[in-house]
């Protein structure tokens, strides 16, 4: 398949655009790709597993057995390390311009 065969049939430009901002799927389409995180103990055990939820308090998981594991935060205690596998689209978000995002779109759209 090649790269025209992709982007400039498939994807209208507003959807274009959007997809290239956050590619997780919606309603309907593919399975997103879960964030991971790894929680390192005190005590020097670490447990990882697929992220649930996070926030300044508490964080909870679901470990490789299938267990939903959750661990109270205090500050930077226990140490939570997150992957989130569309960290990159979200980090060039931040570094490009307006001007480079629709010249980005423009000429995938090209693609036909």
């Known amino acids: 398949m090649r790269i ?7 994807y209208d430009p507003f959807v274009l655009q959007a997809r290239i901002i956050n590619p997780r799927p919606g309603r309907g389409g593919p399975s997103i790709k879960p964030s991971t995180v790894r929680v390192s103990l005190p005590s020097g055990q670490t ?8 926030d300044d308090f508490s964080v909870t998981l679901i470990d490789a057995a299938g267990v939903r594991r959750s661990f109270s935060r205090d500050n930077e205690v226990p140490k939570v390390e997150i992957t989130d596998p569309y960290q990159a689209h979200l980090d060039n978000f931040r570094k490009i311009s307006d ?4 010249d980005l779109t423009a000429y995938l759209v090209t693609l036909k």
């Open 4 to 10: 025209s065969e992709v982007f400039g049939t498939k």
């Open 99 to 102: 001007k480079q995002m629709h």
């Open 47 to 54: 447990v990882q597993g697929r992220l649930v939820a996070v």
